[in-house]
């Protein structure tokens, strides 16, 4: 068992700045992807950034060279800055099973959090 829980979430203007934390705990944490996806209402959940365990990362197109994913012990982070209105949506930590490569696929995930909401005005 694994499990996330999120923070940071909150309002900000565009073009501010936000860092998400999600403190992992539980089993084999370091054997596993650690991944933030996001979703809004009537679309499908969507990935973010990838941290897999040899520490590389990856982020969608969308958000290169705004986002940077850490982590430090048991906490990840997103750091993410000038966020636009389309940054908007409920953020989630995940988790992949163990020793498996990091996938933008959400149904590969095995835990999630219970999500932290960004919302950006114009």
């Known amino acids: 068992q694994v499990q996330l829980v999120e923070s940071g979430g909150g309002s900000v203007q565009a073009g501010g700045s936000l860092r998400l934390s999600c403190e992992a705990s539980g089993n084999g944490v370091n054997t596993r992807c650690l991944a933030w996806f996001r979703q809004v209402p009537g679309k499908e959940r969507e990935v973010v950034a990838t941290?897999?365990?040899?520490?590389s990362t990856n982020y969608a197109d969308s958000v290169k060279g705004r986002f940077s994913i850490s982590k430090d012990k048991n906490f990840l982070y997103l750091q993410m800055d000038d966020l636009k209105p389309e940054d908007e949506a409920m953020y989630y930590c995940t988790a992949g099973s163990s020793y498996a490569s990091c996938t933008t696929v959400a149904t590969r995930y095995q835990y999630w959090g219970q999500g932290t909401q960004v919302t950006v005005s114009s």
């Open positions: 941290r897999d365990t040899d520490g």
